[in-house]
């Protein structure tokens, strides 16, 4: 997820405010100390403009 927020410019704080969620959920995501729920993953998805799977893969 790091490498899709950062090939499109966006902070953690751009990301975060962009998806409804708070910075240090993504630096926890990023850092794969938890794991995002379907929706979740399918709101940053939105958010980066990517399909969910990228997500997945990442």
């Given amino acids: 997820m790091r490498r899709l927020r950062t090939e499109r410019g966006l902070?953690?704080?751009?990301l975060a405010d962009l998806a409804g969620i708070?910075?240090?959920y993504v630096s926890s995501l990023e850092r794969k100390r938890y794991s995002?729920?379907?929706d979740m993953v399918e709101k940053l998805a939105q958010v980066l403009k990517v399909d969910p799977h990228e997500?997945?893969?990442t």
Wanted: glycine residues 0%; proline residues 8%.
């Fill in 11 to 14: 902070s953690q704080e751009a």
């Fill in 22 to 24: 708070d910075r240090t």
């Fill in 55 to 57: 997500l997945l893969l």
């Fill in 36 to 38: 995002p729920s379907l």
